[in-house]
């Protein structure tokens, strides 16, 4: 094939690329103060790292591809279509990632954008109205449409929160991406292959500054190009000329490692209360380097789990087999899950949700007795806490009471509520309640929520302050005392092992 040579000469232009620009953008970014600083909470490195990387990823990137089509016209006019909508959408992308890693940005606000960059890539995507699932197509129709933005956002996303130590997102980018081009060999979409094979090489430039100990972060810039790229490229590789449709099964396959780990962050943080773009030390890196501990080691854990999803992707592809692609695939998480490497704690949740559902309705002694309570992070016994506030509570004529323990940086995450469920039910059409919201801090560190409501009509404000007061210490005096022992066994373990 003539272009080989092209490709591999603009590969490694984006490797060189990508490294030495790596090192100037991490001197304009100290400069500039575009860095993440620590906070003790989620960002626990030790120094201010500089961030925004993405933009260096994004320019090597655009360099090697205009290279390419210099060196090869014919290989150009293959990628010309593609790489102007990428490349002009990608750049948006790379902008407001840019912002939020300078100046952050609401939730909201960035969910905003990522819906308008998603829609502009699925405007070029007219021609696709159908998808191929176990060798049976279905025609969306108009449905496409929304269908396609919510994948491109929801992989945006799961990059997103993916980034959460060094290396992590250029890791399982880079495969993603040698997996996507080889999707395109065997599609014959060569122009999309030798993006997807430029954007690895980009990253793997990159990653010199990039790994363990990272010198320089690709910040939400970065993650959220390599999502966007992603779910772009997984869109066209994964498409059958023929028919117009897209292949299911094989773009879930190699998306299917951070999209369950979103997915599963959301059942997480849904479940106590929480907003879905808040931090936790839940994700799968996080797990993994709880086992295997911090940088490679870490990052080789993640090749293991995410090589054998890109490997079923293409061979499910090659041989045209949707059946034996999601068997593999679904063994692979299921053994994921059952280790507990990936989502088997929110595994749990969901089953005692649905558990203490029907506890509610056909077993209301049980519930009173204990409410309902999660722990899917950390070996504190907060259940003994939960018991003490819920018994002391429920004696002095409380209605509702909810304890969200979040202490990210010590490994911790337990959320649980009672609620009395015969005033509930009275209570709804009635505004007859008095409701106190209190941030738990120890040592000016935020480390959880406790919220108390209670009946207006059989309890004063004062008396109900009162127990509000007694709960928050009595909550307190047991997380500063839990936070001491944990300290003492951790250094007593790390002394033994000396």
């Given at each position: 094939m003539q272009s080989v040579p092209a490709v591999l000469v603009s590969a490694?232009?984006?490797v060189v690329a990508a490294r030495f620009g790596g090192e100037i953008f991490r001197r304009i970014a100290l400069k500039i103060r575009l860095v993440d600083k620590p906070d003790a909470v989620r960002k626990l490195q030790s120094d201010a790292i500089p961030v925004g990387g993405g933009a260096v990823v994004f320019l090597a990137f655009l360099g090697a591809s205009v290279l390419t089509a210099l060196l090869n016209a014919s290989l150009g006019e293959q990628m010309l279509t593609l790489l102007v909508s990428f490349a002009t959408v990608g750049a948006f992308v790379v902008g407001f990632g840019l912002i939020d890693d300078k100046k952050g940005m609401n939730g909201l606000v960035k969910l905003f954008?990522?819906?308008?960059?998603?829609?502009?890539?699925v405007v070029f995507a007219k021609d696709?109205?159908?998808i191929e699932l176990f060798g049976r197509e279905f025609e969306l129709g108009h449905l496409f449409y929304p269908l396609a933005i919510l994948w491109l956002v929801g992989i945006m996303n799961a990059f997103n929160f993916l980034d959460g130590a060094d290396g992590v997102v250029a890791t399982i980018g880079f495969f993603s991406f040698v997996a996507i081009g080889a999707l395109g060999v065997v599609n014959e979409y060569w122009g999309a292959a030798t993006l997807a094979?430029?954007?690895?090489a980009s990253?793997?430039?990159?990653?010199?500054?990039?790994?363990?100990p990272a010198r320089l972060y690709l910040g939400d810039a970065g993650s959220l190009f390599v999502g966007f790229s992603i779910g772009v490229l997984l869109l066209r590789v994964c498409s059958i000329r023929s028919t117009a449709s897209l292949q299911v099964v094989p773009a879930l396959c190699v998306a299917l490692v951070p999209l369950?780990?979103?997915f599963f962050a959301i059942v997480r943080r849904l479940n106590s209360g929480r907003s879905i773009f808040s931090p936790d030390r839940g994700h799968v890196h996080h797990r993994l380097q709880r086992r295997f501990g911090k940088g490679y080691p870490l990052l080789g854990a993640l090749t293991m789990i995410q090589v054998p999803f890109c490997l079923t992707s293409v061979a499910g592809v090659y041989w045209r087999d949707d059946y034996v692609a999601a068997l593999i695939a679904s063994s692979l998480l299921l053994l994921f899950v059952t280790s507990g490497v990936l989502g088997r704690a929110e595994t749990r949740i969901l089953f005692y949700r649905t558990k203490y559902l029907v506890i509610k309705r056909f077993r209301r002694a049980k519930y009173d007795a204990r409410g309902e309570f999660f722990h899917p992070l950390g070996t504190i016994r907060w259940v003994d806490l939960w018991r003490?506030?819920?018994?002391?509570?429920?004696?002095?004529?409380?209605?509702s009471v909810y304890l969200d323990v979040d202490m990210p940086f010590a490994n911790e995450d337990f959320y649980s509520e009672w609620n009395n469920l015969d005033w509930t039910r009275k209570a709804r059409s009635t505004r007859n309640k008095l409701k106190f919201n209190i941030p738990l801090t120890v040592e000016g560190r935020f480390v959880g929520r406790l919220s108390l409501k209670f009946d207006a009509e059989r309890v004063s404000f004062a008396d109900a302050a009162a127990v509000v007061d007694q709960t928050r210490n009595r909550c307190l005096t047991f997380i500063e005392t839990a936070l001491k022992e944990s300290v003492a066994q951790t250094r007593?373990?790390?002394?033994?092992?000396?």
């Open positions: 490694l232009f984006a954008l990522q819906i308008v960059a998603a829609s502009v890539v696709y109205s159908k094979f430029l954007l690895a990253l793997l430039g990159f990653f010199g500054c990039n790994r363990p369950a780990d979103a003490e506030t819920l018994e002391a509570a429920r004696s002095s004529s409380c209605v007593e373990t790390a002394f033994s092992n000396v």
